[in-house]
């Protein structure tokens, strides 16, 4: 299991870093395009440090910053599937462990009226 840290989410440069404390985890907030066609004026926030900006980017900046955001949600996802996982296998022990001691009787499965 991978636990993300500051550290861990420090990367190069791009929209999804924050220029104050570094963290990779930048998101937008709102965004609008711009009478100029391929340009938009993009809301961000750091979820770590509160840094929060507007300014206008180009296609090629949006497009990056929406690939760096895909990676981390697929990320994050990949992350949550791990989590589930564990937990599932942890309540499975449990539940074997106890069937073993006899702890676990037809009582234990009753509706509860």
């Known amino acids: 299991m991978n636990n993300a840290s500051r550290t861990d989410t420090k990367t190069g440069s791009g929209l999804h870093v924050c220029p ?3 963290s990779g985890l930048v998101q937008p907030t709102r965004w609008e395009q711009t009478a100029k066609r391929g340009h938009w004026h993009l809301w961000r926030r750091c979820p770590e440090c509160e840094w929060r900006s507007d300014g206008i980017h180009g296609e090629a900046e949006i497009d990056a910053f929406d ?16 989590l589930e996982r564990e937990t599932m296998r942890e309540i499975v022990e449990t539940f ?3 069937l073993a001691a006899d702890l676990i009787t037809a009582d234990d499965f009753r509706a509860q009226l």
């Open 20 to 22: 104050e404390c570094g």
């Open 67 to 82: 690939e760096a955001l895909d990676d981390g949600a697929e990320a994050l996802t990949a992350e949550l599937q791990e």
């Open 96 to 98: 074997a462990t106890a």
